[in-house]
């Protein structure tokens, strides 16, 4: 079963990841020692009935943390057109920490994905996983919003229900003109989500295989400026 939370846990999640935003210090709940965070596993059934709501036409995903637990939090849910929310809060504690290149198998099928991919896993296997990657021209991340028709389209290319797995990745960009000229230089990054759709291979452990067509998808809304 989902784990399902509450709006004001919700909501206490929300505040203390905000509460994130002027740290000074490097966010090492990313880190397990010498492993990086790389994502996080969406059940397949779970995700099922999240799309399935009658009406949905958005999903977001939010950020949080929890100060007791000192972890990461991703929560799932989805709107109507009006902006309603109209499904429960699916809560996860991501925990897929892996050794510096022991990330999930398979082919990503883009090369594009494939460096966000690596951005993510050189700076956060450095320790300079911190606030600054969280911010864009809009303010300070606290999530992405993905229009379902499109996310549905581009991941399921299986004949069964895949597994969901949200990647982390870093977005390289440069910023306005009017920003400051170093970072112009070297430019910036922001910290992104990417869904991939992932086939249970062999005896259906948590041995994960990608398809070489496997669906991904990651272009969203970040909230905020679209919250």
Not at 56 to 65: C, D, Y
Not at 67 to 92: C, R, S
Not at 208 to 216: F, K, P, Q, R, W
Request: some cysteine; overall charge negative; hydrophobic content about 40%.
């Amino acid at each position: 079963m989902p784990k399902f939370i509450s709006d004001e846990v919700f909501a206490k999640w929300a505040a203390q990841w905000q509460a994130l935003e002027h740290s000074r210090e490097p966010f090492g709940f990313f880190n397990l020692g010498s492993k990086l965070l790389l994502g996080d596993y969406f059940d397949g059934d779970d995700f099922e009935t999240l799309v399935s709501t009658p009406g949905i036409a958005v999903i977001k995903v939010r950020f949080g943390f929890e100060t007791g637990e000192n972890a990461f939090k991703l929560v799932l849910f989805g709107v109507d057109n009006a902006g309603q929310i109209i499904t429960p809060y699916y809560a996860h504690t991501p925990a897929d920490f892996r050794e510096a290149g022991d990330g999930p198998g398979g082919n990503v099928p883009d090369v594009l994905a494939r460096q966000w991919i690596k951005y993510w896993e050189e700076k956060g296997h450095a320790g300079e996983i911190a606030s600054p990657l969280f911010r864009t021209q809009y303010g300070f991340l606290n999530g992405y919003n993905y229009p379902v028709k499109e996310l549905l389209a581009a991941l399921f290319r299986f004949e069964k229900m895949p597994k969901i797995y949200i990647r982390f990745v870093l977005h390289r960009y440069f910023p306005a003109a009017n920003e400051d000229v170093q970072k112009e230089l070297t430019g910036s990054y922001a910290f992104g989500l990417m869904f991939q759709a992932m086939s249970n291979k062999g005896d259906g452990s948590d041995a994960l295989g990608i398809d070489a067509d496997s669906g991904y998808y990651d272009l969203s809304a970040p909230c905020p400026r679209t919250c």
